[in-house]
Structures are given as structure tokens and as C-alpha cells.
């Protein structure tokens, strides 16, 4: 269950990352780059800073073709692609969910503390999107994000991964994801949004 997550996290992350080479202009490779890098990107990070090299997504061909193909096709099939928007935000929020407990559960594993875990975890789930945002020229939407939790939803549900492990690494990973998505999805509605400076 937890791989056939992993593979539709991925793959709706490659969708969104071939969707702003579209949105950009970008040429086909363009938009083959950013679907790669906005999939296995923060799943790469993440293991380098635990030490597993090289990356485990560089290492498994299939997902990494499959990633290829849902490119090609948002280029070939982009205003069909786009209409499915909605469903998109939601499978988004629940890869974001999914690969946020990951990334904690290989920092707990790797004996990171808490702070550590946190940002495995975080950038597990967000690190693939600000690599998209870099390589397209704009600021990472993290960083500025109004009224969708999202970066900070992914620490929080890292967090609840930590925290939870002693009742055992499924538990943590169901109350770890099931946080990062109920964050995103009930903050949204609700508007919420974290301080900005004043004046």
C-alpha cells in the first residue's frame, strides 16, 4: 500500500513539475527536467542528508521511465491536464502528506533528533517543488505561500512521525501523513496563514 502511495505521489509531483515548464514555455526537455527534479528531487536531498547514496529514487529505472512518461504526456495533453486541477491539489496534498512521514521515518531510522527528523521530513515533501521553483525563475512558493499551509504542514506531520515512532513505524507514518494532510487541506479552507513582518 505504502509503495503503490509512493508511486502516485511521485507521479502527480511529476505532473505538477511538467505543468510549470508548460506554464513557463519551456521546450520538451524543459519540461522533462522539471518533472524529474520536482519528483525525485526531495527524496534525493533527503537521503543524502541521511546518508543513503546514491539517492533510492535514482536507483529504481521503472519509476524513474514512469516519471518520464506522465512529462510527455502533460506536454502532449497539457489543457486536459490542467482542468484536472482540483483533483491535482488533492492528490498533491496527499503526496505531500505521504513523502513528509517518510523522509521522518529515514531520519528516525538514521538517529537524527527532533529538529533533524523535522527536516528530513520537510524536505522530503517540499524540496522537489523549490528546485522546480529555481530552475523556472521564481521564488519558492514556501516561502511566501498565503492561506495554504504547506512547508510548514510537512514539519509538523515530521514532527508527529517523531514523536509517535514508539508505537511503531506504521502508526507514525499513518498520524505523520494524516497531519500534513489535515493541516493543508482544513488550513486552506480556513485561510489560514503564517505571520509575515509588519510595516
Known amino acids: 500500500m505504502v509503495e503503490a502511495l509512493v508511486w502516485l505521489g511521485t507521479l502527480v509531483f511529476a505532473v505538477t513539475g ?3 515548464g508548460v506554464e513557463k514555455g519551456f521546450d520538451l526537455l524543459g519540461v522533462l527536467v522539471l518533472a524529474t527534479v520536482t519528483a525525485v528531487g526531495g527524496g534525493s536531498i533527503r537521503d543524502v542528508l541521511v546518508g543513503t547514496l546514491p539517492p533510492t529514487t535514482l536507483r529504481n529505472e521503472p519509476l524513474l521511465w514512469s516519471v518520464a512518461l506522465a512529462g510527455l504526456l502533460v506536454f502532449r495533453f497539457h489543457p486536459r491536464v490542467q482542468a484536472l486541477g482540483p483533483l491535482i491539489y488533492y492528490l498533491d496534498t496527499l503526496g505531500l502528506g505521504l513523502f513528509a512521514a517518510l523522509g ?6 538514521a538517529g537524527l ?3 533533524g527528523v ?3 521530513g520537510a524536505l522530503s515533501g517540499v524540496g522537489g517543488g523549490v528546485l522546480r521553483d529555481v ?3 521564481e521564488v519558492p512558493v514556501i516561502l511566501y ?4 499551509l504547506y ?3 510537512a514539519l509538523l506531520g515530521a514532527w508527529v512521525v517523531y514523536l509517535a515512532y514508539p508505537l511503531g513505524p506504521g502508526p507514525a507514518l499513518f498520524l505523520g501523513a494524516g497531519t500534513t494532510v489535515a493541516l493543508r487541506l482544513f488550513g486552506r479552507r480556513l485561510g489560514l496563514r503564517l505571520p509575515t513582518p509588519r510595516g
Open 135 to 137: 530552475l523556472s525563475g
Open 18 to 20: 511538467a505543468l510549470k
Open 151 to 153: 512547508a510548514s504542514a
Open 104 to 109: 521522518a521515518e529515514r531520519g528516525v531510522e
Open 118 to 120: 523535522a527536516l528530513a
Open 113 to 115: 533528533g527532533p529538529f
Open 145 to 148: 505561500r498565503a492561506g495554504d
